[in-house]
């Protein structure tokens, strides 16, 4: 089974895929350029286009959820919609995660920053050739994708497991730490 996840952004779109064995089989970036309604429009072609030539079954995209200024939120809606409607377009149904229930999953935090999202995306995935140099776009949404396939894989909302602390979290995950 190949996930696809999709990080909506008004500037930037992240997307990422994976299998149920976590080995990456594409991320990167949709650079947005022009007026929003381009922008738009961009994201559908490329979030189309990405579906036909990677194939995946199953579908996720991050949703906004808050945000001080209510313009960028409606930008952000519409991102989402768009990706939201290129994959549903072609057949597949989609997910939405929340940012804090992505966190959760990949790092047992849902207030993780971004950098260690992104360590620990380059923890848990299997990339060919390194995982170095990614950009956080495309890392939120391979840890979009590894969200989706763990609620798939183990029928658990990734926002059921609470921590008290890092130390609780190695503790009841000693699979997703790599020592030096």
């Known amino acids: ?4 996840g999709i990080d909506p952004g008004s500037s930037q779109t992240g997307y990422g895929i994976i299998d149920t064995d976590n ?8 650079a947005l350029t022009g007026d929003h309604m381009l922008r738009i429009q961009t994201i559908y ?7 036909a030539q990677l194939k995946p ?7 906004p959820v808050y945000g001080s200024n209510p313009q960028a939120m409606l930008k952000l809606g519409r991102a989402q919609a768009a990706a939201m409607l290129a994959i549903l377009n072609q057949g597949l149904s989609v997910a939405q995660y929340t940012p804090k229930m992505v966190k959760r999953a990949v790092t047992g935090n849902g207030n993780a920053s971004k950098e260690q999202v992104a360590y620990m995306v380059s923890t848990l995935l299997k990339f060919e050739g390194g995982s ?3 950009p956080h776009d495309a890392s939120d949404a391979l840890a979009v994708a590894f969200c989706h396939k763990e609620r798939e894989l183990t029928g658990k909302k990734p926002d059921q497991a609470h921590y008290s602390g890092w130390a609780a979290f190695v503790k009841a995950n000693p699979d997703r730490v790599i020592e030096d």
């Open 57 to 63: 079954n199953s579908c996720a995209v991050e949703m």
């Open 45 to 51: 072609r490329e979030v189309s286009r990405l579906v």
């Open 1 to 4: 089974m190949r996930i696809l």
């Open 132 to 134: 170095e140099g990614i």
């Open 23 to 30: 080995r990456v089989h594409g991320y990167g970036v949709v």
